[in-house]
């Protein structure tokens, strides 16, 4: 039987770029906008954009309900930016009644550097992607706040705030690998989604 499709949520925020991203590591591609769609996927990555956006948006569509059941069930998922903020089960500095799909077990700060204008590069050691250090973008990013006993932080920044993370199968970053031309943690999603996919 046949590999499913990895899906990007695409609701709102930069999701072609991860379809590129995804399709140039040889992976089939669906994008997801309705709860069907979300059955049939193998594997899922939330894009960045705006996190109370992308909140409404998935509960207006249904497909909030549908992720959230599947993520707690197991699939695996890659959030960067405003995709890490969907992916945490806390939100420190959320809008009145935003929710997130939850399943990663982290406190999240959004636009923890401040606006836009406080968008930054830094260069990243991540142990589990190895040599050489990835050249991180951060565009009005958030940060890992807390970092619960379940979660992992895969990567921080000089003063050790925690800007990427995994806890089992899902994997948050506080920056845009989309944005670079360093795939690894899009590679390292995959290689979860086919470890997984065979192990089923």
């Known amino acids: 039987m046949p590999q ?17 991203v995804l399709r140039s590591l040889g992976a089939d591609v669906i994008t997801v906008r ?69 399943g990663l077990d982290v406190a999240v700060r959004r636009n923890a550097f401040g606006a836009q204008t406080e968008s930054f590069e830094a260069d990243l050691d991540v142990p589990v992607l190895g ?8 565009i009005r990013a958030p940060v890992v706040a807390e970092l619960g006993a379940k979660a992992t932080a895969l990567a921080t920044l000089e003063d050790g705030t925690v800007v990427a993370v995994e806890q089992g199968d899902l994997i948050g970053t506080s920056f845009h690998p989309e944005m670079t031309a360093d795939y690894r943690f899009h590679q390292y999603f995959l290689d979860k989604v086919a470890a997984r996919s065979s192990s089923l």
Request: charged share 20%; net charge negative.
């Open 34 to 102: 309705c709860p069907e769609e979300v059955a049939t996927i193998s594997g899922l990555v939330i894009p960045g954009g705006e996190s109370s956006v992308m909140d409404k948006l998935a509960r207006s569509f249904g497909v909030a309900d549908a992720l959230k059941e599947r993520i707690a069930g197991g699939l695996p998922v890659y959030g960067t930016c405003a995709g890490l903020i969907m992916l945490a089960d806390r939100i420190v500095d959320g809008i009145r009644g935003q929710q997130s799909f939850g």
């Open 131 to 138: 040599e050489p250090p990835m050249h991180a973008v951060f």
């Open 4 to 20: 499913q499709p990895v899906g990007v949520l695409a609701l709102q925020g930069d999701f072609r770029e991860h379809v590129a």
